[in-house]
Structures are given as structure tokens and as C-alpha cells.
């Protein structure tokens, strides 16, 4: 049971080159997440996906992109990487829990580096 | 705007003595409050969630408090190990369907021998 894992763990890209970063986990969760944290700052969500075949926008969306590709695999797409996306990315799952809280559970996280 | 203040940033305590991290919030209507612990390098682990209703809560040397009329919450460690160097971070639900959650910028803890 590995929980959420993500690839790769590292990368260094160029401005305007793409990539896309990987999340799956096998909790059976319906909702995943993917945020950004910078140093001083707080996590904060790009995007989420709170079940199978939908997304939604969070509070830093801009430049990103997403695909939920099945229940397990949520993808995180840079279309045209820019300095100001150097940060570590996280990838969360959660399930709704009783009394509508839930907790999420994190990725080892992608330390992304645009230069 | 929902926010979470956490103070210290930075705290240096020797091993077996005891601390206490500081949570600030404005976030509504709340939902829940959530303590977790990141150590370098790796994904943040959940501590604790406490609810409205719950004003302490504990999880092995670590306790939580809420206070949610004033808007504070505290982690308090005890007998502090090597291996509690890591950032907490306070991390607040807003009751909104969206499953927004607010997370603070966190406080660093170095547990020096």
C-alpha cells in the first residue's frame, strides 16, 4: 500500500518547455488535489478534482493544466513553464469522512526548477 | 479573505524539553482545524483534526487546542525528541462545499541534542 505517489521527484526545465507531473494512489479515493508551496508560504491549491471525470479550478491556476485520467491518476500539466512556477508540488487524496471533514493525504512531493 | 497566522516561524528547543506552536485564524464558517507535520523533503502527515465541538485533542506527545471563539489553536509538544525537527502547519477547513482548505505558512521546529 504506497499511498500517493508521485513522479518524477526531480526536474530542471528551460522557460517555455513542458512537462507533466504524475500522482496516483491506490486508497480508493474519490478527490485529489494538486498544490504548489513556496518558500514563507503557505500550500496553496492549483487545482482538484473532487471525483472521477471532474476538475476544478483553486486559488493558482494560471499556467497549469489537468487531467483526472481514472479514479487513481491525476496529472498536473506545465503547457509552457516560466520561472515564477520553480516550487514543490504536492499531490493530495482525500475521501469524505463522517460530518462532512475529510482529511487529505500527501505525495512525497516534485521539486520543480525552471530556469 | 480566509487567513492562518502561525507563530513562531522558526523555534530552536533542546531535546526532552517542551513547546507550544501558536495558530491564528479567520477563516468562515468554519469547519474543522488540522495540525501536520512535514518533515524536510517529504509530503506534509496529518497530526490532528478537530472540530467546532472539540477544544482539545491528542495524538501520542503531541496535543491540540481550540479555542473557537477566539479563532486560536495550539500544538503543545512534549518530552520533544531528535525526530520532531520538522514545520507544523495549521491548516483550516471552510465549511463551503469546496473543500477549501487554508493552510498556514507554518513554523519550523529544530530539536538540537
Known amino acids: 500500500n504506497a499511498g500517493v505517489t508521485q513522479t518524477p521527484k526531480f526536474q530542471v526545465l528551460k522557460t517555455g518547455q513542458s512537462m507533466t507531473l504524475q500522482c496516483a494512489q491506490d486508497m480508493n479515493h474519490n478527490s485529489m488535489y494538486w498544490y504548489r508551496q513556496d518558500p514563507g508560504m503557505g500550500l496553496r491549491l492549483i487545482y482538484y478534482s473532487a471525483s472521477e471525470g471532474t476538475t476544478d479550478k483553486g486559488e493558482v491556476p494560471n499556467g497549469y493544466n489537468v487531467s483526472r485520467l481514472n479514479k487513481r491518476e491525476f496529472s498536473l500539466r506545465l503547457e509552457s513553464a516560466a520561472p515564477s512556477q520553480t516550487s514543490v508540488y504536492f499531490c493530495?487524496?482525500?475521501?469524505?469522512?463522517?460530518?462532512?471533514?475529510?482529511?487529505?493525504?500527501f505525495g512525497p512531493g516534485t521539486r520543480l526548477t525552471v530556469l | 479573505k480566509n487567513q492562518v497566522e502561525q507563530s513562531p516561524q522558526s523555534l530552536i528547543i533542546l531535546e526532552g524539553k517542551n513547546c507550544t506552536l501558536q495558530?491564528?485564524?479567520?477563516?468562515?464558517?468554519?469547519?474543522?482545524l488540522r495540525w501536520y507535520k512535514q518533515d524536510t523533503g517529504r509530503g506534509p502527515v496529518s497530526l490532528t483534526i478537530?472540530?467546532?465541538?472539540?477544544n482539545t485533542k491528542s495524538n501520542g506527545r503531541y496535543t491540540a487546542t481550540l479555542d473557537a471563539d477566539t479563532k486560536q489553536s495550539s500544538l503543545h509538544i512534549t518530552a520533544s525528541q531528535l525526530s520532531d525537527s520538522a514545520s507544523y502547519i495549521c491548516v483550516v477547513s471552510a465549511d463551503t462545499g469546496r473543500r477549501a482548505l487554508t493552510f498556514g505558512s507554518g513554523t519550523r521546529l529544530q530539536v538540537q541534542p
Open positions: 493530495a487524496s482525500s475521501d469524505t469522512g463522517t460530518g462532512g471533514f475529510y482529511e487529505q493525504f
Open positions: 495558530c491564528n485564524y479567520t477563516v468562515s464558517p468554519f469547519s474543522n
Open positions: 478537530m472540530t467546532f465541538s472539540e
